[in-house]
């Protein structure tokens, strides 16, 4: 079973910076896509980044284009969001998912459990001045 434990969230002010790290364990890394997903009370759940197998094809929903980054480095079975100039709106509890293993390793757009092999226990971002 692939394990993932998120870290790196905080409380940061408006136009500030944060680098989220999802650590995996138990499987390669490499194998799955994955992606960051997050959850803001009264809110839909959003994916907001994905990454695919080797880093080849990156993903983001609209609200964070060219503010978040999403790397992935298989070695340190490691990956990252790094986000810069955040907004209040920003403010959630974010949590990394993976996509593979015997399935097609595929990003999707779709925020919902099901559409996800594995999933972390989240890290809270708060943006607030």
């Known amino acids: 079973q692939l394990q993932l434990v998120e870290s790196g969230g905080g409380l940061v002010q408006p136009g500030g910076s944060l680098r989220l790290s999802c650590v995996a364990s138990g499987l390669p890394l490499r194998d799955y896509a994955i992606g960051w997903v997050r959850q803001a009370p009264g809110k839909e759940r959003e994916r907001v980044s994905c990454?695919?197998?080797?880093?080849?094809?990156?993903e983001y929903t609209d609200s964070v284009t060219g503010r978040f980054t999403i790397s992935r480095d298989d070695a340190k079975n490691t990956v990252y969001l790094q986000m810069k100039n955040l907004e209040p709106e920003d403010t959630a509890t974010y949590y990394c998912?993976?996509?593979?293993?015997?399935?097609?390793?595929?990003?999707?757009?779709?925020?919902?459990?099901?559409?996800?092999?594995?999933w972390g226990l989240g890290t809270q971002v708060t943006v607030s001045s």
């Open positions: 990454i695919t197998l080797g880093g080849i094809g990156r």
């Open positions: 998912a993976a996509r593979g293993g015997s399935s097609l390793p595929a990003c999707t757009n779709e925020a919902s459990k099901e559409h996800w092999n594995y």
